[in-house]
T-cell receptor, first 112, second 109 residues
Framework: GAVVSQHPSRVICKSGTSVKIECRSLDFQATTMFWYRQFPKKSLMLMATSNEGSKATYEQGVEKDKFLINHASLTLSTLTVTSAHPEDSSFYIC????????FGAGTRLSVL | GQNIDQPTEMTATEGAIVQINCTYQTSGFNGLFWYQQHAGEAPTFLSYNVLDGLEEKGRFSSFLSRSKGYSYLLLKELQMKDSASYLCAAGAGSYQLTFGKGTKLSVIP
């Protein structure tokens, strides 16, 4: 199957700093990528749909100024958590779309 | 709105068969997906059903009834490595997925 690389796998940061997470499709091009957030024992919640060359579409309740998404190429989308706070601590997962969604391994963000 | 229900946890014995049920209510439904997720890892694709009926793929089979809003994932000849969370997801609209909370399956010797 297709491979999606997500980096970093784990990040710890201080409150108020910004964190960038990268999502790359390694062996295919993806016009559309998705960003999810997953809390313990909860389902993956879609945060936004990232489209190459255009603005991301955010789900209701997700702050676009807080979670900046850039899909600058057909193989790379980035999620930047700006001015992170402890409540932003979570597991963030990206996926890239071909025939189906292929997922990255996720990023565990801990904000101190 | 979207609503996906599946059991939170299940336990089964190595070598046995287990069925994980999923019910869904979603607008613009265009298919039902099952993913496997080991702790701290990416969800990996298992199956996709768009038509009613059973799809068999090795030890794993998936069933869909669109009229009942119901699906199940059947795992045969369980192995210890099958211990994982199994995510039911309903597809809708432009390839978007709505996930259930996942069923944590524990396979015991």
């Amino acid at each position: 199957g297709a491979v999606v690389s997500q980096h970093p796998s784990r990040v710890i940061c201080k409150s108020g700093t910004s964190v960038k997470i990268e999502c790359r499709s390694l062996d295919f091009q993806a016009t559309t990528m998705f960003w999810y957030r997953q809390f313990p024992k909860k389902s993956l919640m879609l945060m936004a749909t990232s489209n190459e060359g255009s603005k991301a579409t955010y789900e209701q309740g997700v702050e676009k100024d807080k979670f900046l998404i850039n899909h600058a190429s057909l193989t790379l989308s980035t999620l930047t958590v700006t001015s992170a706070h402890p409540e932003d601590s979570s597991f963030y997962i990206c996926s890239a779309l071909t025939d189906i969604q292929y997922f990255g391994a996720g990023t565990r963000l801990s904000v101190l | 709105g979207q609503n996906i229900d599946q059991p939170t946890e299940m336990t089964a014995t190595e070598g046995a068969i287990v069925q994980i049920n999923c019910t869904y209510q979603t607008s613009g439904f265009n298919g039902l997906f099952w993913y496997q997720q080991h702790a701290g890892e990416a969800p990996t694709f298992l199956s996709y059903n768009v038509l009613d009926g059973l799809e068999e793929k090795g030890r794993f089979s998936s069933f869909l009834s669109r009229s009942k809003g119901y699906s199940y994932l059947l795992l045969k000849e369980l192995q210890m490595k099958d211990s994982a969370s199994y995510l039911c997801a309903a597809g809708a609209g432009s390839y978007q997925l709505t996930f259930g909370k996942g069923t944590k399956l524990s396979v015991i010797p």
